[in-house]
């Protein structure tokens, strides 16, 4: 099986679980299903795309030995690691609230991704948090999830 081929499986699992099971919760009607359906669809069709690309030599999945220390290197490892840790934030939100949760996990992230400059690290967060506050909460008037610290 080609990467691809896995890629695609994959998002294709994750279509039919936002088609059956998030947008029937969250969407209170029609009318606001709509648009995550329509997402949904354009995601399926990318996926059986990427599903019906010919296998090539260098896209062929090949599955490395069982290493702990190159596995906690490796691209799957951390794609696992950056997908729960999107868990844990959708999580948090809930109990922290918008803006901990998302200045918490953006500073995470960044630092997982490499930066290493205390000053961008700080910043940047704090300038896309401000930002949203301003469109969505103050300009959209649409509050956004509070917690127990914000």
Known sequence: ?????????????????????????????????VYPRFVSVLMAVSAIGLMLRKTTP??????????????????YARTLMLVISYVLYLYSIEIFGFYTSSFVFCVGWMFFFGER????????????LGVTYGIVTVFLKYPLPAGLLF
């Open 1 to 33: 099986m080609s990467k691809d081929r896995c890629i695609g499986l994959f998002f294709l699992l994750v279509v039919a679980l936002i088609w059956f099971w998030i947008i029937p919760l969250y969407s209170k009607g029609a009318e606001q299903a």
């Open 58 to 75: 260098q896209n062929a999945l090949r599955l490395p030995a069982f290493d702990l220390q190159k596995l906690a290197r490796s691209v």
């Open 117 to 128: 400059t205390l000053k961008r690290i700080l910043v940047t967060p704090v300038i896309l």
